[in-house]
């Protein structure tokens, strides 16, 4: 970055285009680790604690997502803004009481705004204080511009969040026979008919279930697995060189 700031300040005003490419290629390569590369639930495999509790219906999968996605924009952007003045022997235990502080406050907003979703979630809210791939992120923005750090806890929460509601809608519709049942608990009472029913299918104990838990987070990281086998046999297949035909008089 500091390069990429001197050839900026050397070339005069028709400088700052390679440091728009350059910052193009870097939020990129964040948004590619975050959403898919090194993705926290599917290759990092951390944060399993409110993964495997929560997720037994939609709605709570992606209210859990959005609060772990929330902590890991602003605790990102804290770090960052802090990084100059705390030193590395006692970064951890401040990233810690910013992340706690953080929570506090993202907990206490969801009791007052969605108080039953929060009577739902329960004791995992404050759990993220204890989620490494937060701690981890927060390594991340001690070494980067906020606005980097706080786009990487961006997409780091976005990928968290959408493995959440898969992994929900997938156990939801398994366990109970049903998707986006009580959605009402984020989005009002207007929200209550959004429930989709299965046919007659009642559903099976098992998807609800710890079990039926990593049975589902299984399925999602054997099929990111095969995903990224095919493309990287697409990428390494040879290229077919077709030799032109001579004409013939």
Same mark, same amino acid.
């Given at each position: 970055?500091?390069? +990429?700031?001197?050839?900026?300040?050397?070339?005069? /005003?028709?400088?700052?285009?390679? #440091?728009?490419?350059?910052?193009?290629n870097e939020?990129?390569?964040?948004?590619?680790?975050?959403?898919?590369?090194? +993705?926290?639930? *599917?290759?990092?495999?951390?944060?399993?604690? !409110?993964? $495997?509790?929560?997720?037994?219906?939609?709605? +709570?999968?992606?209210?859990?997502?959005?609060?772990?996605?929330?902590?890991? %924009?602003?605790? +990102?952007?804290?770090?960052?803004?802090?990084?100059?003045?705390?030193?590395? #022997?006692?970064r951890i235990? &401040?990233?810690?009481?910013?992340?706690?502080?953080? %929570?506090?406050?993202?907990?206490?907003?969801?009791?007052?705004?969605?108080? #039953? *979703?929060?009577?739902?979630?329960?004791?995992?809210?404050?759990?993220? %204080?204890?989620?490494?791939?937060?701690?981890? =992120?927060?390594?991340?923005?001690?070494?980067? =511009?906020? @606005? !980097?750090?706080?786009?990487?806890?961006?997409?780091?929460?976005?990928?968290?969040?959408?493995?959440?509601?898969?992994?929900?809608?997938?156990? #939801?519709?398994?366990?109970?026979?049903?998707?986006?049942?009580?959605?009402?608990? $984020?989005?009002?009472e207007a929200?209550?008919?959004?429930?989709? /029913?299965?046919?007659?299918?009642?559903?099976? @104990?098992?998807?609800?279930?710890?079990?039926?838990?990593? $049975?589902?987070?299984?399925?999602?990281?054997?099929?990111?697995?095969?995903?990224? =086998?095919? =493309?990287?046999?697409?990428?390494?297949?040879?290229?077919?060189?077709?030799?032109? &035909?001579? /004409?013939?008089?």
């Open positions: 970055m500091a390069q +990429n700031e001197a050839a900026v300040h050397s070339h005069g /005003h028709g400088a700052p285009v390679p #440091e728009l490419a350059a910052g193009q939020y990129l390569t964040i948004a590619r680790d975050g959403l898919w590369t090194n +993705n926290p639930a *599917l290759v990092q495999i951390l944060g399993l604690c !409110p993964l $495997m509790a929560v997720t037994n219906s939609t709605v +709570n999968g992606l209210g859990m997502g959005l609060a772990t996605m929330m902590t890991f %924009v602003i605790s +990102n952007g804290a770090v960052s803004l802090i990084r100059n003045w705390v030193t590395s #022997e006692i235990p &401040v990233f810690m009481l910013v992340i706690a502080c953080i %929570v506090t406050v993202i907990e206490l907003a969801m009791n007052a705004f969605f108080h #039953e *979703l929060y009577t739902v979630l329960g004791i995992f809210i404050a759990l993220i %204080v204890t989620n490494c791939n937060v701690l981890a =992120r927060a390594e991340f923005a001690a070494k980067h =511009r906020v @606005l !980097p750090a706080m786009f990487d806890g961006l997409m780091m929460g976005l990928g968290f969040t959408l493995v959440l509601v898969a992994l929900g809608a997938m156990r #939801e519709m398994f366990g109970s026979g049903t998707l986006f049942a009580n959605a009402h608990l $984020m989005f009002g929200a209550r008919g959004l429930t989709l /029913h299965l046919g007659d299918y009642k559903g099976m @104990l098992l998807g609800i279930l710890p079990p039926g838990a990593f $049975m589902a987070l299984g399925i999602l990281i054997a099929l990111k697995n095969v995903i990224d =086998r095919r =493309r990287k046999e697409r990428k390494t297949e040879p290229a077919v060189v077709t030799e032109p &035909v001579p /004409h013939t008089a």
